[in-house]
């Protein structure tokens, strides 16, 4: 696995700065009856992304739910197939698992997750600004498929020698942060 580059620590710096990537709280997601969590497969990174995420959950044993849906490139899979040169079909597939997900074990908490550095995100040369633009695309399509559906967007960064955190994204810092840049 490569190490983060240089103008990556200075991106992620900026947006832990402007408070875009924030300590995930319990409070972002109502965890009451669980969670559908959509992340990477990367084996090197899930195993801290199922940790950390487990420990906003609530402490009561029967809703400490963490229904894991896994594909390498996450959640970066439902928002731009094209940006992967890859059918529809898959992000079709990838939104049936989570609607499945939701009737059967009625859980409305989705977490969508990325993270970096990120084989697939490597693999098709985008960086860290356009994969948080493609998470908070996955959301806008994943909302309509409940009307009880309540998402948010996670960022996990893993900065070397052990030393790995996860983010909450603000997708309204993140657009106004967007807009400032564009000015």
């Avoid at 898959?90 to 609607?99: A, P, T």
Wanted: hydrophobic share 35%.
């Amino acid at each position: 696995m490569r190490e983060l580059t240089k103008a990556e620590l200075r991106i992620i710096k900026e947006l832990k700065k402007q408070d875009i990537l924030q300590p995930p709280r319990g409070y972002q997601l109502d965890y009451r009856n669980g969670v559908i969590m959509v992340a990477c497969a990367d084996g090197d990174q899930l195993y801290d992304l199922f940790t950390t995420h487990a420990g906003l959950c609530p402490s009561n044993p029967n809703r400490h739910r963490i229904h894991l849906l896994t594909r390498n490139g996450g959640a970066l899979w439902i928002s731009r197939p094209r940006t992967f040169n890859r059918q529809t079909d898959e992000v079709g597939s990838l939104l049936k698992e989570i609607q499945k997900a939701h009737s059967m074990k009625h859980i409305n908490a989705v977490a969508l997750y990325t993270h970096v550095p990120c084989g697939v995100a490597d693999e098709f040369n985008t960086d860290i600004v356009t994969n948080l633009k493609l998470l908070i695309e996955a959301k806008i399509l994943v909302r309509p498929l409940s009307p009880d559906f309540q998402t948010a967007e996670f960022f996990h960064v893993d900065y070397g020698q052990g030393k790995k955190r996860s983010y909450y994204v603000s997708p309204e810092k993140f657009r106004e942060w967007l807009k400032s840049k564009r000015s």
